[in-house]
């Protein structure tokens, strides 16, 4: 079965749902842009074609008209069994112009919760003219039916629970292998982009720094270049970190003492579940999607976007051994209960084979 999969080649989401459905016996195809913050697509190396887009913006009427173009001639080439497109108002919409079918169209979350008018009615047609909407979180599945979305699907990027697992070792151990400091570790694992709000999560870090001396933040972030912070509180105790590869970045979440994941808007993020998956207790912003799965302080420390308040979560984490212990139980039992990639990749690959 062929699989045209629309997308940023190099984004670790697409690369690894397309990995997940070549291993499952598909013929892929991916096509997209290039997100220039992050390394080369390990798409190719890997046997997968990839197909550059127009290099033109996808949001100007010139660049919708020419990705549309670019998409029915790959409908013509690749000729797909299915067409899976990521996020609405993008490749999504694009795919449904060009009358792609049968069209899965998958929702990331700002991509539907976050949108400008034009943005909010091109999802809304992207919506509308999928065969199959998919999204990662009851909230986001709920968005898309508002949008006019007929058929949806609640799937999770999964997370790989072999892989992202409970350390073996004391953390300060892992901590000295990736050069870090033997005092405790408080982990931000996502982008640098306003959304996420690292600043917050840098003042959470001052307020708390100051009375413990030994107390680091690593910021880890997906990019390659050096991203502008701002000035730093404790700076020689501030981990700026970049792109490692997927399979280092486990022993980043088990070095950690406490994972803060603070997003504006978000959707079951995949990190904040490998963070469970490693028996790294989470601080998260209290958003819809949180409350499907996650309790607070049974399975995660659920907080308003306020550096007094992740302070305050951080330090019951830190100070608080039955709190953290219960929090990293119950959250791998939540990730291996729900997150499990195997079983998630499985079930995407079903729902291709029942749309053909």
Known sequence: MRLLMLGSVNHPHVEHLALG???RGFEVVVAGDRVDILPDSVLPAAGIRVVGAPPVSRSSPRGVGAH????????????PDVVHANWMPGFAFHAALAGARPLVAMAWGSDVLRTSRAQHLAASFAARRADLVMADSQALV???VRLGAKRTMLVQWGVDLERFSPPTEPRGAIRARLGLGPGPLVLSPRSVMPVYNIP????AFGLLAADRPDLQLSVKHMGTGEPDLGPL??????HVIGHVPHEQLADHYRAADVCVSVASSDS??????ESLACGTPLVVSDLPWVHELLEHERSAMVVPIEAEAIAAAIARVLDEPELASRLQTEGRRLVEEHHDRRREMDRVADAYRDLV
Not at 72 to 78: D, H, K, Y
Not at 200 to 203: A, D, G, L, M, R
Not at 268 to 273: C, D, I, L, N, V
């Open 21 to 23: 459905m070549a291993e």
């Open 68 to 79: 549309v173009r670019w998409v029915r001639r790959l409908l013509r080439e690749v000729r």
């Open 142 to 144: 709920d968005a898309t």
């Open 200 to 203: 917050t999560i840098v003042e």
């Open 233 to 238: 509180p404790y700076p020689d105790r501030v």
């Open 268 to 273: 079951s993020p995949r990190s904040a579940w």
